[in-house]
């Protein structure tokens, strides 16, 4: 019974690691197409991959090399053959050893989808290389999932939450998703907001902003992924096109530091001729005062001499004196945006700590609806904002750094650490401004609830009291006459005081509504306390 048990589990996972595979290589193939143009999407890789033609045209893209035109006949015998050249080509570059034609042609889901993840592998995940200049010995001898995977380790060390340890566990709760993202574009994933326990939430956002904000494909559900095991193949898949991403991003900050570095060539080049064009007719006066009286020009000459060499040296010092001025505009601009960002923070935590609430449903209901603009509205655009900060620092210091000039450090208070340790604190604030905004709610909606109920009870009790005064004022509408008469008043005045004496608890428990709704400090305490 256990054995049967294990297997059927094994079984389930088998299944739902392939139908994760199957929506994943199924993206890929039609990501594939569409980034270069071709109008065609596969629904159906098992099926639609069968007459061979779209797997040859995959190839054919991928490789960048003509593959031999496929036959267009509807028999097995053509889709054999159009299956069997993309298997000749495939086995050019890399080793294919169990896939068959026939095994496309006959839909079988897993040596479909293994033929599948050799195709990404090799053009796809082979070329991923890391940096010698970030990452140092670590890039030497690593295969290309080992250098994914110390990529992803390196780029998300520092993020709570976030231990990478394989394509599969580490990425079930979205934390690691967008942990990649913010590390490149801290401006796109407010972090500090996600939590580990909401994966769906997690997911959903980076695979979003990854999509909207830089244009990598979807290919992963965040309910594929947010199981127990989620699908090796489909993560690793995934990750890739961040790190091909982010790398083609850093290359072009790359080359953008060299084309500045060959725009200050050109502009030393250019001021040197200038400086030659404007010394030229001086050396022509120079040698025709020399032809007259030479030991007369010869200090003339010294003094061109010295003034040429003058203005060479100046132009590196002026060069120098340029940078000098930009960069400390630069830092005023770096401070200016702190100081202007941490007076805003210092303000919204001594909002965010104060606890003199409204004491009416009403009036908390729209504070708490303030509270949510802020969160929504607010602070968004601040946190890009401190983004914005932190770029522009790192900007000073790239200049710095290719000017061979000391690194700047902010003055006290106005440092990048400085500044996330008072948005942690805003972040706490706005934590416990929350917490403190809903259990006062809580609180006025029971006192609320408490107050209805007293005023159901007191309704009751009022009523009860009217009767009873109206009977026994009944009794004194004359004066007895006989001995029976007076009998018969005490037995009716009596049966009155047994009939109030069980209701003495309720009118009790009315009194200790009223007293707790004064400590309550209902707003209509005083109208509660006259009834």
């Known amino acids: 019974m256990d054995e049967e048990y294990v297997q059927g589990q094994f079984k389930k996972l088998q299944e739902q690691r392939m139908s994760m595979q199957e929506k994943t290589f199924t993206n890929w193939i039609n990501n594939v197409f569409y980034k270069h143009g071709v ?108 250098a994914l995977m110390i990529w992803c380790q390196c780029k998300t060390a520092s993020y709570p939450n976030v231990h990478v340890k394989d394509f599969s566990r580490s990425w079930s709760d979205g934390l690691a998703f967008n942990a990649l993202i913010h590390a490149h574009r801290p401006d796109l994933i407010q972090y500090s907001s996600l939590r ?9 956002n980076a695979f979003t902003v990854a999509e909207k904000q830089l244009g990598i494909s979807k290919l992963l559900d965040a309910e594929d992924v947010a199981v127990p095991f989620p699908d090796e193949r489909s993560i690793m898949t995934y990750v890739s096109f961040y790190y091909h991403y982010f790398s083609r991003m850093k290359q072009g900050q790359t080359v953008q530091k060299r084309l500045t570095k060959v725009s200050t060539l050109l502009f030393n080049t250019i001021c040197l001729q200038h400086l030659l064009a404007n010394l030229l007719p001086q050396f022509k006066q120079v040698i025709m005062h ?82 949510k603009i802020f969160r929504t509205v607010e602070k968004p655009p601040k946190y890009r904002e401190k983004g914005i900060i932190e770029a522009h620092f790192f900007h000073i210091r790239t200049k710095q750094r290719a000017n061979n ?23 706490k604030a706005e934590h416990n401004r929350g917490q403190a905004l809903q259990q006062e709610l809580l609180r006025l909606e029971r006192v609320e609830q408490l107050v209805q109920r007293f005023r159901k009870k007191a309704a009751v009790r009022v009523a009860y009291l009217e009767d009873m005064r109206q009977i026994v004022k009944k009794q004194y509408v004359r004066q007895p006459e006989t001995v029976e008469e007076l009998e018969a008043a005490m037995r009716k005045l009596e049966a009155i005081e047994a009939d109030m004496h069980p209701r003495d608890q309720r009118f009790q428990a009315l009194a200790k509504m009223t007293a707790e709704i004064r400590q309550e400090n209902y707003h209509d305490k005083v109208q509660i306390t006259k009834t």
Do not use: C
């Open 39 to 146: 109008d065609v999407r596969i629904q159906d890789i098992y099926t639609e991959l069968k007459d061979g033609i779209y797997l040859l045209q995959l190839l054919e893209l991928l490789s960048g090399e003509q593959l031999p035109k496929p036959n267009k006949g509807k028999m097995r015998v053509h889709f054999l053959e159009n299956n069997s050249k993309a298997i000749q080509f495939l086995k050019s570059k890399v080793d294919v050893k169990v896939i068959g034609p026939e095994n496309i042609v006959d839909g079988d889901r897993i040596l479909i989808l293994g033929l599948i993840w050799i195709i990404i592998l090799r053009f796809q995940i082979a070329s991923i290389r890391l940096d010698k200049e970030e990452f140092g010995s670590k890039a030497d001898g690593l295969s290309a999932n080992d």
């Open 405 to 427: 000039q000391r690194l700047y450090l902010p003055p006290e208070g106005r440092a990048l650490r400085e500044l996330e340790k008072e948005w942690d604190v805003l972040e």
């Open 196 to 204: 580990h326990d909401q994966p769906i939430k997690n997911l959903n």
């Open 290 to 371: 020399l032809l007259g009286s030479f030991s007369e020009n010869w200090a003339r000459w010294q003094n061109v001499q010295k003034g040429a060499l003058a203005l060479r040296a100046a132009f590196p010092a002026l060069k120098i004196v340029f940078f000098l001025k930009e960069s400390d505009d630069l830092k005023l601009e770096y401070e200016q945006m702190v100081s202007d960002l941490l007076k805003w923070i210092k303000l919204k935590v001594e909002e965010l700590d104060d606890r003199f609430f409204p004491n009416t449903l009403e009036e908390m209901r729209l504070l708490m609806g303030n509270f």
